[in-house]
């Protein structure tokens, strides 16, 4: 992992092997960001122009790489930019800052030590670029070189080693504490992208299990893992008829966190399905090459506990993961069946593909039984809500309008993009079976609204709900950008440790 030290020297004295700073987008060209000053004397007061012929614009995503000239310790410089020029009295954006901080990181992948001298103004810009400096500096190897005796080319591939913060101030209370939440976050974000990213012939529940159960004793936290017979015990219908067809068997585990002085306890609900092939309703051929990242929602909730044990919030948050593999095979639960779920409701499978809602609606009612304050489920649920929002947003729904706001307010300010979405009534017919109580599928258009209020019947009444649909986010499959990698993303883990923050704080109801 990469470490993170709040540097004591300027970015003229910092010895390593590269130094970061920032420029933004004037109207005229490239403009030199504060952080930078001592660059720019190495550079005799022309850095902007020097970029400037080099092709930098200073445009989010820019990136130029320097050789360092006297009156520098480092001897490389790299350049970044941060966007347009913030407005008089105003400063960068903290989504900028990271994003800067994140493309850096990238391009200094095999590097030992950079040290970062970006605008900073405020202990959250520094929060900021800690964050995306570890963000960016993430590599997901473990499938490579596996056998390659080349040491060099190993370490060519590993992340930059060290991220030194220029302009935060190493002894102030504030910067540290900054500094150690960007460390936890960015860890256990990280830890997702690898659970994410890890082959489903190697992560399937009983092995995502394992790996929570070690969390949770490195951590403290208390863990209960219901395998296939105690879910049969204990009539987990959903999660079962989603498990049955598969040779790795379903699991609930229930991970929690919880603190003496809490007033207030969340339940984090995640969608962990570790392949999801479609089941009996296959999904064709270029639909199912990337369905590893279908526990996607089950790894954010697990980070997430596990961040928040990290930071010892004075909140309790119970994580909830509904883990199972979605194939066809004999045993295979098929479309016309009838589950009996756990909450005692009958389901018609009309359709093998829709198994989220079915693994979810078991855990649902399961964390509604603990009376927690308030219950946020995480699922990369339809590709009806990529094709509202695209691939880069998730959808918020729920049974309350103002803990959908406070979400949404909650991602933006976290730098993760997010919309509130409908759940019109009128769709919930389109769900009337012949057979059962409710089928698990209806109309195809507002795909994901439907998912929404199938699982909204699974949610004990009069607890404040809110479902994320992270299907667009969760896997990034088109070039990196910022702190962004392909594969798995760690989408929403920031929004859920900033809602247990803020329920600790008793900002919210
Ligand atoms: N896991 C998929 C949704 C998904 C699609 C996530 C693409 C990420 C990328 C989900 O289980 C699914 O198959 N949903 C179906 C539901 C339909 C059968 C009602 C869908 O969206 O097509
Ligand atoms: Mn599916
Ligand atoms: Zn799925």
Redesign the pocket.
Same mark, same amino acid.
């Given at each position: 992992m990469t470490a993170l030290t709040l540097s004591t020297s300027g970015a003229a004295t910092l010895r390593a092997d590269a130094l970061v700073v920032g420029i933004a987008k004037g109207p005229k060209g490239p403009v030199v960001a504060a952080g930078a000053e001592a660059v720019d004397k190495a550079f005799d007061g022309k850095l902007a122009s020097v970029l400037e012929t080099l092709g930098a614009s200073g445009g989010e995503g820019d990136l130029t790489k320097l050789p360092a000239l006297s009156g520098l310790k480092t001897p490389l410089v790299v350049a970044v930019g941060l966007g347009p020029v913030p407005e008089k009295d105003e400063t960068y954006p903290a989504e900028a800052l990271r994003r800067a901080a994140g493309t850096a990181a990238r391009a200094l992948v095999g590097v030992k030590k950079a040290g970062f001298a970006l605008p900073i103004a405020s202990v959250e810009d520094a929060e900021a670029v800690a964050e995306g400096a570890l963000l960016g500096a993430y590599n997901f190897t473990a499938y490579q070189d596996q056998a390659d005796k080349d040491a060099k080319k190993v370490e060519a591939k590993l992340p930059l080693a060290e991220v030194a913060l220029l302009g935060a101030k190493p002894r102030d209370k504030a910067f540290k504490a900054a500094a150690e939440r960007a460390v936890a976050l960015a860890e256990e974000i990280n830890r997702a992208r690898d659970l994410v990213n890890t082959p489903p012939n190697d992560l399937y529940p009983e092995s995502f299990a394992a790996v929570a159960q070690a969390a949770a004793k490195e951590h403290g936290l208390k863990i209960q893992i219901l395998d296939e017979k105690a879910l049969v015990k204990g009539n987990y219908g959903g999660i079962l008829g989603v498990g049955v067809g598969s040779a790795h068997g379903p699991r609930l585990v229930k991970i929690s966190y919880t603190h003496s002085k809490a007033e207030k306890s969340l339940a984090y609900v995640g969608k962990g399905?570790t392949y999801?092939s479609?089941g009996i309703s296959l999904k064709p051929a270029g639909h199912n090459e990337t369905?590893k990242?279908?526990m996607a929602g089950a790894a954010a909730v697990f980070a997430a506990v596990v961040a928040v044990a990290r930071l010892g919030l004075k909140v309790n948050v119970t994580g909830w993961l509904a883990l199972a593999e979605n194939m066809p095979s004999g045993t295979a639960t098929r479309p016309g069946d009838v589950l009996r779920m756990y909450s005692g409701k009958t389901v018609e499978v009309l359709?093998t593909? @829709?198994?989220?809602r079915l693994v979810l609606a078991d855990a649902l009612t399961r964390a509604s039984e603990e009376n927690p304050d308030a219950i946020v489920d995480v699922a990369?649920?339809?590709?009806?809500m990529?094709m509202a929002l695209g691939s880069r947003t998730f959808g918020i729904m729920g049974n309350d309008e103002s803990f959908r706001t406070a979400i949404h307010e909650i991602a933006e300010e976290v730098g993760e993009q997010s919309w509130p979405m409908p759940m019109p009534a009128e769709l919930r017919k389109g769900m009337n079976s012949d057979t059962a109580d409710i089928a698990n599928?209806g109309e195809r258009m507002g795909?994901g609204l439907v998912a929404g209020l199938f699982l909204q019947e699974f949610v004990g009444e009069d607890i404040a709900w809110a479902h994320l649909d992270i @299907?667009g986010p969760a896997f990034h499959e088109a070039a990196p950008y910022g702190y962004t990698h392909k594969g798995g993303t760690g989408s929403s883990i920031r929004t859920l440790v900033k809602l247990a923050e803020r329920t600790a704080d008793g900002d919210l109801g």
């Open positions: 399905i999801d479609g369905m990242c279908d359709n593909d @829709a198994e989220g990369t649920l339809t590709g009806a990529m599928m795909g @299907a």
